[in-house]
């Protein structure tokens, strides 16, 4: 195990010869040397809860993509892929190995990609231990015999969160950056606490190399049913359910968040979970709320300094609080990682409007046109500046780590739906009964699951389905465990004493979001593709 394989190591083919450097020390260790350094705290049950400063979320505006000859016409440039000259880059890496020569960094050296067919090596080097911590639970661990032929591996993250840049002379947008060279193998997170960024910066890496290799990459969870080995996948975006939704004690969890789907079936980018915890509570979510333990890494959860008690309902820092663990702390995980061809795709969003169905049956179509619109709601806290729920477009449910263009991730789709006959479900896991601008509530997580189960149980094999021309999608008029008004979103904004007419007008100019970002985003999808979406009333 990498516990037993620690040690020093030399990196001086960097530049920082002059670094004490610690390879792939043990959590145990790891996490004396984030108390020594006053990084953290233990909690009540031994986790080390951490606090992020200023950066609690993901700050897109801080992202870049080195825009060298080798990739510039295989990256879609926008607002999402900036690009960064090649010098910009080399002087912040630059910039980075001066910062960090001479300092006690830590190294982990871990896989991303539980499919050794298409793993790649990544060395991150760290100056902070907690950080080293939450890559350590984040990437898959690498065996003993691994760790003997890793090398310098494949990609080198450098990570410094107190290199604080300078805008003026270091030519990015403020004291942070998140830099990517796929052309050098290359990639900088500078100036930001927020470990999220080293997780997304390895998953956008991933995202532009693996379609090369016939790999689809996917912003989704996955589990299989213990009995069957029947798989499903859960796309959608942070705080829409798939980490909620995929750790089912009735199915093995493959993984929470990036997979790879192969000719071989689908495996798990990851060795670990990054799961919201804000209001978690043992009785909703018990899987995650018992790998709150030692080893775990909780980022900006309130906790009581007496009892060392976590408030998770407290958001007084941010709603995006976090909790990373390794993916054994939860219950019936997939040893391996990997699991067969799906039979079930869902693809999950929270609509911030409340009018789209709770549970909708997808044609092949249909699918399609939601995978490259990916509408959702970016929730409080998972972004700098987002305060409350905002509805917005974000193309394969990942658009911010999807550096090629979308139709080069749908066209892929596309081919393993039509080969393997896969199912596919929308699931809205936001509000009911009205808009979050209007005081409704989120669709209670008991319904939720009711609908997923249904789904995942061969339950919906029978039963009777209404079009709804809106949204032009199917929708089961009864499933079991889930009041049969639930599935009408009228139905719902009626017995919350709002009108059929506020209904309408609701869904309605949801619909017509859809096809404008559909006009100006994917005009030169099929046909076929388009007139599958929805379609508000003249």
């Given at each position: 195990m990498?516990?037993?394989?620690?040690?020093?190591?030399?990196?001086?083919?960097?530049?920082?010869?002059?670094?004490?450097?610690?390879?792939?020390?043990?959590?145990a260790?790891?996490?004396?040397?984030?108390?020594?350094?006053?990084?953290?705290?233990?909690?009540?049950?031994?986790?080390?809860?951490?606090?992020?400063?200023?950066?609690?979320?993901?700050?897109?505006?801080?992202?870049?993509?080195?825009?060298?000859?080798?990739?510039?016409?295989?990256?879609?440039?926008?607002?999402?892929?900036?690009?960064?000259?090649?010098?910009?880059?080399?002087?912040?890496?630059?910039?980075?190995?001066?910062?960090?020569?001479?300092?006690?960094?830590?190294?982990?050296?871990?896989?991303?990609?539980?499919?050794?067919?298409?793993?790649?090596?990544?060395?991150?080097?760290?100056?902070?231990?907690?950080?080293?911590?939450?890559?350590?639970?984040?990437?898959?661990?690498?065996?003993?015999?691994?760790?003997?032929?890793?090398?310098?591996?494949?990609?080198?993250?450098?990570?410094?969160?107190?290199?604080?840049?300078?805008?003026?002379?270091?030519?990015?947008?403020?004291?942070?950056?998140?830099?990517?060279?796929?052309?050098?193998?290359?990639?900088?997170?500078?100036?930001?606490?927020?470990?999220?960024?080293?997780?997304?910066?390895?998953?956008?890496?991933?995202?532009?190399?693996?379609?090369?290799?016939?790999?689809l990459?996917?912003?989704?969870?996955?589990?299989?049913?213990?009995?069957?080995?029947?798989?499903a996948?859960?796309?959608?975006?942070?705080?829409?359910?798939?980490?909620?939704?995929?750790?089912?004690?009735?199915?093995?969890?493959?993984?929470?968040?990036?997979?790879?789907?192969?000719?071989?079936?689908?495996?798990?980018?990851e060795?670990?979970?990054?799961?919201?915890?804000?209001?978690?509570?043992?009785?909703?979510?018990?899987?995650?709320?018992?790998?709150?333990?030692?080893?775990?890494?909780?980022?900006?959860?309130?906790?009581?300094p007496?009892?060392?008690?976590?408030?998770y309902?407290?958001?007084?820092?941010?709603?995006?609080?976090?909790?990373?663990?390794?993916?054994?702390?939860?219950?019936?995980?997939?040893?391996?990682?990997?699991?067969?061809?799906?039979?079930?795709?869902?693809?999950?969003?929270?609509?911030?409007?409340?009018?789209?169905?709770?549970?909708?049956?997808?044609?092949?179509?249909?699918?399609?046109?939601?995978?490259?619109?990916?509408?959702?709601?970016?929730?409080a806290?998972?972004?700098?500046?987002?305060?409350?729920?905002?509805?917005?477009?974000?193309?394969?449910?990942?658009?911010?780590?999807?550096?090629?263009?979308?139709?080069?991730?749908?066209?892929?789709?596309?081919?393993?739906?039509r080969?393997?006959?896969?199912?596919?479900?929308?699931?809205?896991?936001?509000?009911?009964?009205?808009?979050?601008?209007?005081?409704?509530?989120?669709?209670?997580?008991?319904?939720?699951?009711?609908?997923?189960?249904?789904?995942l149980?061969?339950?919906?094999?029978?039963?009777?389905?209404?079009?709804?021309?809106?949204?032009?999608?199917?929708?089961?008029?009864?499933?079991?465990?889930c009041?049969?008004?639930?599935?009408?979103?009228?139905?719902?904004?009626?017995?919350?004493?709002?009108?059929?007419?506020?209904?309408?007008?609701?869904?309605?100019?949801?619909?017509?979001?859809?096809?404008?970002?559909?006009?100006?985003?994917?005009?030169?999808?099929?046909?076929?593709?388009?007139?599958?979406?929805?379609?508000?009333?003249?």
């Open positions: 990498t516990s037993s394989a620690a040690s020093s190591l030399d990196l001086g083919y960097l530049g920082l010869g002059t670094a004490t450097v610690h390879r792939n020390l043990a959590p260790p790891l996490i004396e040397q984030a108390l020594r350094r006053e990084e953290g705290m233990l909690s009540d049950t031994g986790a080390l809860v951490v606090a992020t400063g200023a950066r609690t979320g993901r700050s897109p505006h801080d992202r870049f993509i080195v825009d060298s000859p080798a990739v510039h016409d295989s990256v879609a440039w926008g607002p999402v892929n900036c690009p960064m000259t090649q010098a910009v880059f080399d002087a912040l890496w630059d910039k980075a190995l001066r910062y960090l020569d001479g300092r006690e960094l830590f190294v982990f050296d871990g896989l991303a990609g539980a499919d050794r067919a298409h793993a790649k090596r990544i060395r991150v080097v760290n100056e902070s231990p907690a950080q080293n911590l939450f890559i350590h639970q984040l990437l898959v661990r690498p065996t003993a015999a691994e760790l003997e032929t890793f090398g310098q591996g494949d990609y080198t993250l450098l990570a410094a969160p107190y290199l604080l840049l300078d805008p003026a002379v270091d030519g990015t947008n403020s004291e942070a950056a998140v830099a990517l060279d796929f052309a050098s193998r290359r990639i900088l997170v500078a100036g930001t606490q927020y470990s999220g960024e080293i997780k997304k910066a390895i998953f956008t890496t991933l995202n532009y190399v693996l379609p090369d290799e016939g790999v990459p996917m912003h989704c969870s996955a589990n299989s049913d213990l009995h069957s080995g029947s798989v996948v859960f796309f959608g975006l942070s705080g829409t359910g798939k980490t909620t939704l995929s750790a089912d004690p009735a199915r093995g969890i493959i993984g929470d968040d990036e997979h790879g789907w192969s000719d071989a079936g689908v495996f798990n980018f060795g670990g979970c990054y799961a919201k915890c804000i209001d978690l509570t043992e009785a909703s979510e018990p899987e995650i709320f018992r790998a709150v333990r030692f080893g775990s890494v909780v980022e900006n959860v309130v906790v009581d007496a009892t060392r008690t976590p408030d309902a407290d958001g007084s820092i941010t709603d995006n609080t976090r909790v990373a663990y390794p993916i054994d702390f939860i219950p019936n995980a997939v040893e391996s990682g990997t699991g067969r061809t799906p039979d079930v795709v869902l693809f999950l969003t929270a609509d911030a409007f409340g009018v789209l169905p709770p549970l909708s049956r997808l044609s092949p179509e249909a699918a399609m046109y939601h995978f490259v619109t990916g509408f959702t709601s970016k929730l806290g998972t972004e700098v500046g987002v305060t409350r729920p905002e509805p917005t477009f974000s193309s394969l449910f990942g658009e911010p780590f999807m550096p090629r263009p979308a139709h080069v991730y749908a066209d892929m789709l596309g081919q393993r739906l080969e393997c006959g896969t199912t596919v479900y929308l699931v809205n896991t936001g509000w009911s009964g009205g808009g979050a601008a209007e005081g409704a509530e989120r669709m209670k997580l008991a319904y939720t699951r009711a609908m997923v189960s249904a789904v149980n061969d339950q919906l094999d029978d039963a009777s389905w209404r079009h709804d021309d809106v949204f032009n999608v199917d929708v089961p008029t009864r499933l079991p465990g009041p049969a008004e639930i599935l009408d979103p009228l139905a719902c904004w009626q017995a919350n004493g709002r009108s059929a007419e506020e209904y309408a007008e609701a869904a309605d100019h949801l619909a017509s979001l859809f096809q404008q970002n559909f006009a100006k985003k994917h005009a030169d999808l099929p046909t076929e593709i388009a007139e599958a979406g929805p379609r508000p009333r003249d």
